[in-house]
């Protein structure tokens, strides 16, 4: 299910239960990189000959968490399109590098400080992400959080990303805490159902604004 208690913040409310372990999505969620990933995007898509119309904000928010490989797959088969998804995936990831060296990248601080706190109270916690792990590490470094996680789950630990449930259970499994008894902080809708098909409570962060 999705839950929230009275809020905390504009963006995220963070529920007064405590949770045997809580993971969380990475971009939108621990940091604001959305706004970059999107330029990114539309870079790899132009040089790869996709309409300019397509993946504007509101459909790459839709996209949310998941995995750029399926991503491009999706996008091939809504606009009858015959991009290589992993071509367009690699020079994705690599304008987002680019853009990260470039610009500072802010974190979202209700979040980052529920991850302080879990960590003061040796409450275990872990990242599910969509994004591979070196684009991954790269935007932890950029916000200066790269020390703070010991647990970060990718689409190349799993069979399945997002909105299958195979990134937050692999994150549950390698905490030691049954599913049910963990919470998940989430910004996009491919996370949230991923989320509530583990059998995971789902808190929303809302979505960088415009």
């Not at 119309?53 to 797959?73: L, Q, R, Y």
């Not at 992400?129 to 916000?143: E, N, Q």
């Not at 499994?173 to 491919?190: H, K, L, Q, S, T």
């Amino acid at each position: 299910m999705i839950t929230s208690s009275p809020a905390s913040s504009p963006r995220v409310t963070i529920p007064e239960r405590v949770f045997g372990g809580y993971i969380f999505d990475l971009d939108g969620t621990l940091v604001e990189s959305m706004p970059m990933h999107h330029r990114a995007w539309q870079f790899a898509l132009k040089e790869n000959g996709a309409p300019k119309e397509i993946f504007g904000w509101n459909e790459f928010v839709a996209h949310g968490g998941m995995a750029a490989v399926d991503i491009v797959k999706d996008l091939n088969a809504r606009y009858s399109l015959s991009m290589d998804p992993y071509t367009v995936a690699e020079e994705k990831r690599n304008q987002y590098a680019v853009l990260l060296e470039k610009g500072d990248l802010e974190v979202i601080p209700e979040t980052v400080n529920l991850v302080r706190s879990l960590r003061a109270r040796n409450i275990p916690y872990a990242i599910g992400t969509g994004s591979f792990m070196p684009g991954a590490l790269a935007t932890l470094r950029a916000a200066k959080l790269e020390n703070l996680f010991s647990i970060i789950v990718t689409p190349e630990d799993v069979p399945h990303g997002k909105p299958a449930p195979d990134i937050f259970l692999k994150a549950a499994e390698r905490m030691g805490i049954n599913p049910e008894e963990c919470v998940v902080f989430e910004d996009a809708e491919p996370g949230m159902r991923a989320a509530i098909a583990a059998g995971m409570t789902c808190v929303r962060v809302l979505p960088y604004d415009r």
